[in-house]
C-alpha cells in the first residue's frame, strides 16, 4: 500500500498539473482585447500600405514633380516603390492576422473554459512570436551585411 502511494506521488512529480487561477485567466482575456486591438490597427495599417502601393507608386511614373513631395521616399521609382510597399502591406497582416485569431481563441477559452480553444490560442501567439523572431534574424543579417558592404566599399 505504501508503495502505491509513493508510486503515486512520483508520478505525480513527473507529470504535474498546470493550474491556471482567475486572475491568470483575467490576464489571458486581457491580453486577447489588446491583440485584438492591435490586429484590427495592424488591417488597417495593412490596408492603407497596400492601397498605396497601388495608387502612388503609379502616380509617380505619371507625375515626376510629385516625387519631390515624397521625401525620401520619392527618389525611388513607383514600381520599386509599389513593391516596397507590397512588401511592408503584408510583412504587417500575417502578425495582425495571428493576433486576431489568438484573440478569438483565448477569449472563447477562458470565456467558455474550453481547453483546446486555450490551447490553439496560445499556439497562434508562439506563430506569432516566432515570426518576430524569424523576422528579426532577417533584420540582424540585413544589417551586417550593410556593415559588411559599407566596409568593404569603404576599402576601395
Known amino acids: 500500500m505504501e508503495d502505491q502511494v509513493q508510486f503515486e506521488e512520483l508520478e505525480n512529480q513527473k507529470n504535474p498539473q498546470l493550474i491556471v487561477t482567475e486572475d491568470m485567466r483575467s490576464y489571458f482575456y486581457d491580453i486577447a482585447k489588446w491583440a485584438n486591438f492591435l490586429?484590427?490597427?495592424?488591417?488597417?495599417?495593412?490596408?492603407?500600405?497596400?492601397?498605396?502601393?497601388?495608387?502612388?507608386?503609379p502616380t509617380l511614373n505619371a507625375n515626376p514633380e510629385?516625387?519631390?513631395?515624397?521625401?525620401?521616399?520619392?527618389?525611388?521609382?513607383?514600381?520599386?516603390?509599389?513593391?516596397v510597399f507590397f512588401i511592408y502591406g503584408f510583412a504587417i497582416f500575417f502578425p495582425s492576422l495571428?493576433?486576431?485569431?489568438?484573440?478569438?481563441?483565448?477569449?472563447?477559452?477562458?470565456?467558455?473554459?474550453?481547453?483546446?480553444?486555450?490551447?490553439?490560442?496560445?499556439?497562434?501567439?508562439?506563430s506569432l512570436f516566432k515570426y518576430f523572431g524569424v523576422l528579426a534574424i532577417i533584420f540582424i543579417g540585413l544589417y551586417l551585411l550593410t556593415l559588411v558592404s559599407a566596409v568593404v566599399g569603404g576599402i576601395k
Do not use: H, N, P
Open 39 to 57: 490586429g484590427i490597427v495592424g488591417f488597417v495599417i495593412s490596408a492603407f500600405m497596400l492601397m498605396a502601393a497601388l495608387t502612388i507608386g
Open 66 to 83: 510629385m516625387a519631390k513631395m515624397l521625401g525620401q521616399f520619392g527618389a525611388m521609382d513607383g514600381a520599386t516603390f509599389s513593391i
Open 98 to 126: 495571428l493576433m486576431v485569431r489568438y484573440a478569438a481563441k483565448a477569449k472563447q477559452g477562458v470565456l467558455y473554459g474550453e481547453q483546446a480553444s486555450l490551447d490553439e490560442g496560445i499556439a497562434k501567439l508562439k
